[in-house]
């Protein structure tokens, strides 16, 4: 199964951050095609050592890497893109991880 982590930092509009992202961009991600789970982190993210500055962790869940890939090519997929740069723009520090997962 492929996963894609996204990771937001803390917002200076935490409120105006958390509507946009459930009300619009949750339900614009939920139709991506090939999307066979979609979680999101509740309450604080900590480290070990404490608080870490990180606010959101969505995490998606595809069959495999190929199936992210065209899910985000899809129409659906440029939308949530699109989307996604109007409440956390590039430059705002979101980082984003693409990953196939093996059992061990």
């Given at each position: 199964?492929?996963?894609?982590?996204?990771?937001?930092?803390?917002?200076?509009?935490?409120?105006?951050?958390?509507?946009?992202?459930?009300?619009?961009?949750?339900?614009?991600a939920k139709k991506l095609p090939g999307l066979r789970k979609y979680e999101v982190s509740d309450g604080p993210i900590a480290t070990p050592v404490g608080a870490s500055g990180i606010h959101r962790i969505g995490?998606?869940?595809?069959?495999?890497?190929a199936a992210l890939e065209k899910a985000f090519a899809?129409?659906?997929?440029r939308a949530a893109g699109a989307d996604r740069r109007i409440y956390a723009p590039d430059d705002s520090g979101v980082q984003m991880f693409l990953f196939d997962n093996k059992e061990v």
């Open positions: 199964m492929a996963r894609m982590v996204v990771i937001y930092p803390t917002p200076k509009d935490v409120e105006a951050f958390d509507r946009h992202y459930f009300e619009i961009h949750v339900p614009l995490t998606l869940y595809f069959d495999d890497l899809s129409p659906e997929g």
